[in-house]
């Protein structure tokens, strides 16, 4: 799955705090899109899906840290809490996507995200077919929907400009690997 629809997640995430604890759910949101963002930095730097991508171990930061936000409310505890809980679900979840290749729809990588606890790599699920496909997209609009309409200013402005990333990233896609190729 594409960056945008894991941020999208994050923001999910934080929506029953409108509820619950209006006054943290701002910085929660913005916390949950951006711990939804950070696995991916490792595209940049390391190995994709490995280096920073914890299946397992970001829980044992986002469950005590949820504790904590619980007994302790405050916009720290929160904000870290959630930026956890985000990045442990897109690590969990890149497992139901496609491989680590870059045309992933061709199907011919047998990884899709790294299970650090048993030093192996989890095979793809392809339940989205790849980042950046139709329904990727269709799940970053559907994900942050409802916090486009229940949160203030500065979380929609994020949100919004997540959306306009995914859409663009989807139309350019299947495009991507040639232009890399051409450029290196
Ligand atoms: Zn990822």
């Known amino acids: 799955m594409m960056a945008t629809t894991h941020a999208a997640v994050g923001l999910l995430l934080a929506?029953?705090?409108?509820?619950?604890?209006?006054?943290?759910?701002?910085?929660?949101a913005l916390a949950g899109m951006a711990?939804?963002?950070?696995?991916?930095?490792?595209?940049?730097?390391?190995?994709?899906?490995?280096?920073?991508?914890?299946?397992?171990?970001?829980?044992f930061g986002a469950f005590p840290a949820l504790v904590g936000a619980a007994l302790v409310p405050g916009s720290g505890i929160v904000s870290v809490a959630f930026f956890l809980l985000s990045a442990a679900v897109h690590s969990v979840s890149d497992?139901?996507?496609?491989?680590?290749?870059?045309?992933?729809?061709?199907?011919?990588?047998?990884?899709?995200?790294?299970l650090h606890s048993r030093n192996r790599w989890l095979s793809p699920r392809y339940w989205v077919r790849y980042d950046?496909?139709?329904?990727?997209?269709?799940?970053?609009?559907?994900?942050?929907?409802?916090?486009?309409?229940?949160?203030?200013p500065?979380?929609?402005?994020?949100?919004?400009?997540?959306?306009?990333?995914?859409?663009?990233?989807?139309?350019?896609?299947?495009?991507?690997?040639?232009?890399?190729e051409r450029l290196l």
Request: proline content about 10%.
């Open 15 to 28: 929506l029953p705090l409108t509820v619950v604890a209006p006054e943290l759910a701002p910085p929660a």
């Open 35 to 59: 711990g939804g963002v950070f696995p991916d930095l490792d595209l940049v730097a390391g190995v994709h899906r490995k280096t920073l991508h914890f299946p397992d171990y970001y829980w």
């Open 95 to 114: 497992a139901f996507g496609a491989g680590t290749e870059p045309r992933p729809w061709e199907r011919t990588s047998a990884q899709a995200v790294y």
């Open 132 to 152: 950046g496909a139709p329904e990727d997209y269709l799940l970053t609009v559907c994900l942050l929907s409802p916090g486009l309409f229940v949160f203030g």
């Open 154 to 180: 500065t979380v929609r402005r994020v949100a919004f400009a997540f959306l306009v990333v995914g859409g663009a990233y989807t139309l350019v896609r299947k495009r991507l690997p040639d232009v890399e």
